[in-house]
T-cell receptor
Framework: EAQVTQNPRYLITVTGKKLTVTCSQNMNHEYMSWYRQDPGLGLRQIYYSMNVEVTDKGDVPEGYKVSRKEKRNFPLILESPSPNQTSLYFC???????????????FGPGTRLTVL | QKEVEQDPGPLSVPEGAIVSLNCTYSNSAFQYFMWYRQYSRKGPELLMYTYSSGNKEDGRFTAQVDKSSKYISLFIRDSQPSDSATYLCAMTAAGGFKTIFGAGTRLFVKA
């Protein structure tokens, strides 16, 4: 079954304690992305990756890091989490297709993070 | 001003009604326009995808793009309680890798 998986699904942590949220896709997609979803603000892009070892900032990258060492995995790293990073996080993947654009994204189930 | 504006609702309609959901945008470089549906506690899933201007129909769903007005719409005919969800519009520029989402409109269809 084609899917994007995220772990953990729920996480409560404390300020400053480094954490990693994993994301994996089994569709051989070149493009992967991380979003955060907050009430009234919709989905905002944190980082994206066009392919292995190629990443770029989205609209809200501050406080986050990513890496893309393998095509299927795209972990999100919070080196020193703060309460304003409490949010619902989604990983997504897409093939770039003939358009070269990321038109159809497949989303993971989400990770609800609370930073105390 | 946000690049993409979407009324968050909530929008409540009776079963069988025609639903109209809309987004406006400011960036004329957007060429790909998508509608995603998100059920509670789930990730968004692609519902409709349109390139440039025009209409696209898929069953009870019709997507319209008016690039001259920078306005996109999603129509749902014969709405069902199972259509109750949050609907997010999304846009990408040609050759682009950044997708901008609207805030989402929460829809309730009452049986």
């Amino acid at each position: 079954e084609a899917q994007v998986t995220q772990n953990p699904r729920y996480l409560i942590t404390v300020t400053g304690k480094k954490l990693t949220v994993t994301c994996s896709q089994n569709m051989n997609h070149e493009y992967m992305s991380w979003y955060r979803q907050d009430p009234g603000l919709g989905l905002r892009q944190i980082y994206y990756s066009m392919n292995v070892e190629v990443t770029d900032k989205g609209d809200v990258p501050e406080g986050y890091k990513v890496s893309r060492k393998e095509k299927r995995n795209f972990p999100l790293i919070l080196e020193s989490p703060s309460p304003n990073q409490t949010s619902l996080y989604f990983c997504a993947s897409s093939s770039t297709g003939t358009s070269g654009s990321t038109d159809t994204q497949y989303f993971g189930p989400g990770t609800r993070l609370t930073v105390l | 001003q946000k690049e993409v504006e979407q009324d968050p609702g909530p929008l409540s309609v009776p079963e069988g009604a025609i639903v109209s959901l809309n987004c406006t945008y400011s960036n004329s470089a957007f060429q790909y326009f998508m509608w995603y549906r998100q059920y509670s506690r789930k990730g968004p899933e692609l519902l409709m995808y349109t390139y440039s201007s025009g209409n696209k129909e898929d069953g009870r769903f019709t997507a319209q793009v008016d690039k001259s007005s920078k306005y996109i719409s999603l129509f749902i005919r014969d709405s069902q309680p199972s259509d109750s969800a949050t609907y997010l519009c999304a846009m990408t520029a040609a050759g682009g890798f950044k997708t901008i989402f609207g805030a989402g409109t929460r829809l309730f269809v009452k049986a």
